[in-house]
């Protein structure tokens, strides 16, 4: 597996349904991000939780990071359409240099 | 998009041709990256900079040489484009460090026919 892999690949849900996705990876991190990507745009950063953190809010999303599971789930609450998008998880390493490397994504519809 | 501006928004080139992309910035950031997207791999970092005419390779900058001349400006250099390097590119830049949060640019769709 790669480093930072998002599950599921793709998710349906009705709209004011909660929209949970999970990220795992395999090496030492000093912090795990969350990033949104709507069609035909450019990736848009949601949050950020630091090695030493379990669990952040921010409005309507919640992140909780198990470091000893290496995992991490972004959760989306009162989902709206305007929610549709790719979700990307992205871990920051040291590997020699500091770097981000991301997930291949999650894909969520809302539906109306 | 957090002030970057990415040039050509869509390209067609032939192979062998060279390629130039290129990536400008008005919040003065210091760190700078290319990233491509394909679909099956995520997103992949090709070369970033970390400083004016500081730069290093990522994970698949082979075919890519990069120029940071300005603070603002990051070119990416494909210099004899192959059909493998048909893509969605991406610059994002930081303030704050290489695996801290990044502003992404809106992307070239770059296709090598």
């Known amino acids: 597996s790669q480093q930072g892999e998002e599950d599921p690949q793709a998710l349906s849900i009705q709209e004011g349904e909660n929209a949970t996705m999970n990220c795992s990876y395999k090496?030492?991190?000093?912090?795990l991000q969350w990033y949104r990507q709507n069609s035909g745009r450019g990736l848009v950063h949601l949050i950020l939780?630091?090695?030493?953190?379990r669990e952040k809010h921010s409005g309507r999303l919640r992140v909780t990071l198990d470091t000893s599971k290496k995992s991490s789930s972004l959760l989306i609450t009162a989902s709206r359409a305007a929610d549709t998008a790719s979700y990307f998880c992205?871990?920051?390493?040291?590997?020699?240099?500091?770097?981000?490397?991301f997930g291949q994504g999650t894909r969520l519809t809302i539906n109306p | 998009d957090a002030g970057i501006t990415q040039s050509p928004r869509h390209k067609v080139t032939e192979t062998g041709t060279p390629v130039t992309l290129r990536c400008h910035q008005t919040?003065?950031?210091?760190?700078m990256y290319w990233y491509r997207q394909d679909p099956g791999h995520g997103l992949r970092l090709i070369h970033y900079?970390?400083?004016?005419?500081?730069?290093d390779k990522g994970e698949v900058s082979d075919g890519y040489s990069v120029s940071r001349s300005k603070t603002e400006d990051f070119l990416l250099t494909l210099e004899s484009a192959t059909s493998s390097q048909t893509s969605v590119y991406f610059c994002?830049?930081?303030?704050?460090?290489?695996?801290?949060?990044?502003?992404f640019g809106s992307g070239t769709q770059l296709s090598v026919l």
């Open positions: 994002a830049i930081s303030d704050s460090g290489s695996n801290e949060k990044l502003f």
């Open positions: 090496t030492s991190i000093n912090n």
């Open positions: 939780i630091r090695s030493n953190e």
């Open positions: 992205a871990t920051g390493i040291i590997q020699g240099a500091q770097k981000l490397v």
């Open positions: 919040e003065n950031h210091r760190y």
């Open positions: 900079s970390y400083g004016v005419k500081d730069t």
